[in-house]
DNA sequence: GTTTAATATATCGAACTTCTATATATTGGA
DNA sequence: TCCAATATATAGAAGTTCGATATATTAAAC
């Protein structure tokens, strides 16, 4: 099937991921599918980010010291795993917002538009 | 050895080369060493197109139809594979800014910056 | 009461792009 | 003569995302 047009292509989303979780989690803290949720909703849409990549990124950013979780339970009652941001994940958030904002400005130099 | 802070991370490049290489053969016919100087001269050296990642790109957009390609002898009288974008190419273009700046858009809504 | 949709976490393998390393060959300058 | 730059190309490794799959609970619809 044709690829909506409406909805930007995911793979030039490759990099962010982590980004996008540090930049939820440093609002406040939440549990996975939260998450996407709020990335979703925050994105119009745009960012579905689906399960098989959320999950391996939130292992990722807990195993890197960015980020860490517990078990918990929801407002609605259920058992959920709460991620909590940490001191060295809001110094690498601030790193990451840098170098996106470099890349992108690189491209559209590139494009001629800078 | 540590990444150097004034270079943007290339992994947030993916998904982006083929726009860039399209671009720059929208300008003019180009071979491949000259489309990765003038990628890099004109990001100021922030994307560095490494040959291992411009020929399988140059591979990808002659087989999507978006270039085509012929040997030549360059400026310097050196024998040089001329590539050439196409009309279709050119769509595709306008197609990959629309689908960037839509993925710019959303994640810096992600970001609270729109 | 039963079925269905939504919520919630997690893993697997496929697909794709990029990189480094390697190979080959030519040209110009030190 | 040697070395750096020019020029094309492939192979394999690494990393990220996705769809598919699995499991379990809860709420709503029928």
């Known amino acids: 099937m044709a690829r909506d ?3 930007p292509r995911n793979d030039l989303l490759k ?3 982590d980004m996008l979780i540090l ?3 440093a609002v406040q803290k939440m549990h996975g599918y939260a998450i996407a949720q709020r990335i979703e909703e925050l994105s119009g849409g ?3 980010a689906e399960a098989g990549s959320l999950y391996p990124a939130l292992e990722r950013v ?3 010291g960015w980020a860490k979780s517990e078990w918990g339970v929801s407002t609605t009652g259920r058992r959920v795993r709460y991620y909590t941001i940490t001191a060295s994940g809001r110094k690498q ?3 990451e917002i840098s170098d996106f904002d470099a890349m992108f400005l690189a491209i559209n130099r590139v ?3 800078a």
Do not use: D, E, N
Request: hydrophobic residues 40%; without cysteine.
């Open 5 to 7: 047009s409406a909805t």
């Open 15 to 17: 990099g962010t991921l």
């Open 23 to 25: 930049q939820t989690l």
């Open 46 to 48: 745009a960012i579905g």
């Open 62 to 64: 807990q195993k890197k």
């Open 93 to 95: 958030l601030g790193i």
């Open 111 to 113: 494009l001629g538009r």
